[in-house]
Antibody
Framework: QVQLVESGGGVVQPGTSLRLSCVAS??????????MHWVRQAPGKGLEWVSI????????FYGDSVKGRFTVSRDDSEKILYLQMNGLTVEDTAIYYC???????????WGQGTLVTVSS | QSVLTQPPSVSAAPGQKVTISCSGS????????VSWYQQLPGTAPKLLIY???KRPSGIPDRFSGSKSGTSATLGITGLQTGDEADYYC?????????FGGGTKLTVL
C-alpha cells in the first residue's frame, strides 16, 4: 500500500516563498523508479497540473502559470518530493497534491493534499 | 479555460446510465491515452480509467471509458448515490499534462 503525505502548506503573503514536501511510504513502493507530479486545485475550481519530475531527477516540466517561479526536486534516499514556490501570488492559493506518474501514461496514486493560502 | 472540454454538469436517476464527454485536439487526446479521475466531495482525486478504457484494480465494471479521434467518453451504469462526484479527464499534451474542466455528476 503506497501512501503519499504532503506537508508545508500554510498562509503566506504575496511575494513570499514556500516549500512543499511529499513523503512517500509503502513496503513495496520503490520511489526512485517513479516520476512524480504536483497538481493543484484552487477553492471551488478544477484540477490544474503544476509540474512533473521524472525518475532521472533531471527531466522536469512545468505548467505555464508556474514556470520560472516554481522548482520541483526529489530526494530518492529519503523518498521525498519537493516543490519550491517563489514569488507567490493570490492565484497560487490552492490545495496542492502530489501524485505518482503511472506506467500507462496516467496520474496514478494521489496524496491527500496540503492547503496553500496566499493572502495579504 | 481548460484545454480539454467537459460539460459542467450531468444528472441522472439512480440505476440509470450517464455519459461524460471530453473533447480535445490532435495534440492531446488525438495523440495519447486518456485517463479519468473521480473526486468525491472533500477528498483527493482517484484514478478511475487509464489507457482510454482500462480500470485499475478495485474499480467496478459499472465504469467504462472509450476514445475516438480527439474525444473521449466516460460511462457509468447502474448509478448509485455514492457516485455523486466531480469527474475529470486528463492526458498529455506534448510534455505538459492537461485536465478537463471537470463535470459534476448529480444522482437525482
Amino acid at each position: 500500500q503506497v501512501q503519499l503525505v504532503e506537508s508545508g502548506g500554510g498562509v503566506v503573503q504575496p511575494g513570499t516563498s514556500l516549500r512543499l514536501s511529499c513523503v512517500a511510504s509503502g513496503f513495496t513502493f520503490d520511489f526512485r523508479h517513479y516520476g512524480m507530479h504536483w497538481v493543484r486545485q484552487a477553492p471551488g475550481k478544477g484540477l490544474e497540473w503544476v509540474s512533473i519530475i521524472y525518475n532521472d531527477a533531471s527531466t522536469k516540466f512545468y505548467g505555464d502559470s508556474v514556470k520560472g517561479r516554481f522548482t520541483v526536486s526529489r530526494d530518492d534516499s529519503e523518498k521525498i518530493l519537493y516543490l519550491q514556490m517563489n514569488g507567490l501570488t493570490v492565484e497560487d492559493t490552492a490545495i496542492y497534491y502530489c501524485a505518482t506518474d503511472g506506467s500507462h501514461r496516467e496520474i496514478d496514486m494521489w496524496g491527500q493534499g496540503t492547503l496553500v493560502t496566499v493572502s495579504s | 479555460q481548460s484545454v480539454l472540454t467537459q460539460p459542467p454538469s450531468v444528472s441522472a436517476a439512480p440505476g440509470q446510465k450517464v455519459t461524460i464527454s471530453c473533447s480535445g485536439s490532435s495534440s492531446n487526446i488525438g495523440s495519447d491515452y486518456v485517463s479519468w479521475y473521480q473526486q468525491l466531495p472533500g477528498t483527493a482525486p482517484k484514478l478511475l480509467i487509464y489507457e482510454n478504457n482500462k480500470r485499475p484494480s478495485g474499480i467496478p465494471d459499472r465504469f467504462s471509458g472509450s476514445k475516438s479521434g480527439t474525444s473521449a467518453t466516460l460511462g457509468i451504469t447502474g448509478l448509485q448515490t455514492g457516485d455523486e462526484a466531480d469527474y475529470y479527464c486528463g492526458t498529455w499534451d506534448g510534455s505538459n499534462w492537461v485536465f478537463g474542466g471537470g463535470t459534476k455528476l448529480t444522482v437525482l
